[in-house]
């Protein structure tokens, strides 16, 4: 049997958030390829199905493991959280295909969209990202601070409604403060800003602040901060960014 792959992600957490889509791809693979903690995340489909886990630091290793094993003639599932495309695995998959075996463009590659964390988080509050927004990774393994720093830049400068994946880990205590410093610059201090954290699970969390009240440690590796737009309000228990623009 011709080998494939599918470059998938299971959604924020919830079970009945994973597409029923990826549901169907991850029952069809034969081999599943993923970070440990969101292959545990997948109930066993079928006794023969193998698992490589695997740590969160070698995206491009596990690429091409997944590719080879696809190349060999197995049925592959690349599994990320969210939506496979959004700082996850299926760039890595297609930077692996670029600098790879030749014959590895010749391969049944897809990838299946899924709820990724900005949209959890939003539907958690109301609809903060109801105007134009930019969805912005605060981790600088794979690109230099000075770009985030220019990127927040940018993104107030627009004023768009910013969401920051990777706003902290153990590794990087203080980037996330050193962002909303950058933003209370260029942003009103009454800017609402949202922490939320494990959206589209049981745990949900929201904290609401205001750009100049905020406290950076309220974010872990499970939270997506929104940063709003000027006009981005409150509403009752809701925060909406109205699509209209208008002066605030
Ligand atoms: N591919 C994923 C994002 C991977 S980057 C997606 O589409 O959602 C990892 C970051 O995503 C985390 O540090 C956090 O900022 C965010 N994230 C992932 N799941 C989350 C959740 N359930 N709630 C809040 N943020 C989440």
Redesign the pocket.
């Known amino acids: 049997m011709t080998g494939s792959l599918v470059v998938l992600?299971t959604g924020?957490?919830k079970a009945d958030l994973m597409t029923p889509a990826t549901r169907a791809a991850l029952d069809r693979a034969t081999d599943l390829v993923g970070y440990g903690p969101y292959l545990d995340r997948i109930p066993v489909s079928h006794p023969g199905q193998c698992r490589h886990a695997s740590d969160n630091r070698v995206e491009l290793d596990r690429a091409r493991q997944a590719l080879s094993l696809a190349a060999a003639g197995r049925q592959v599932a690349v599994v990320?959280?969210?939506?496979?495309g959004?700082?996850?695995m299926a760039a890595a998959v297609f930077e692996a295909v670029e600098a790879g075996d030749p014959a590895w463009r010749q391969l049944d590659i897809t990838v299946e969209p899924?709820v990724?964390?900005m949209l959890?988080?939003a539907a958690e509050v109301g609809a903060p990202l109801g105007g134009d927004f930019c969805a912005i990774?605060l981790s600088d393994n794979l690109k230099s601070w000075a770009t985030i720093e220019r990127r927040l830049t940018a993104g107030a400068e627009g004023d768009f409604v910013i969401a920051l994946?990777?706003?902290a880990s153990k590794a990087r205590p203080h980037q996330l403060g050193q962002a909303f410093d950058l933003l209370r610059k260029l942003k009103d201090a009454a800017t609402v800003v949202l922490f939320?954290?494990?959206?589209?699970?049981a745990e949900a969390r929201v904290v609401s602040t205001v750009l100049g009240e905020v406290d950076a440690a309220v974010a872990d590796?499970?939270?997506?901060v929104i940063v709003g737009a000027s006009t981005t309000r409150q509403v009752g228990r809701w925060v909406y960014t109205p699509r209209r623009e208008r002066s605030t």
């Open positions: 992600g924020p957490g990320s959280g969210g939506d496979p959004v700082f996850a899924g990724t964390a959890a988080a990774s994946y990777n706003p939320v954290r494990a959206a589209g699970t590796m499970r939270t997506l």
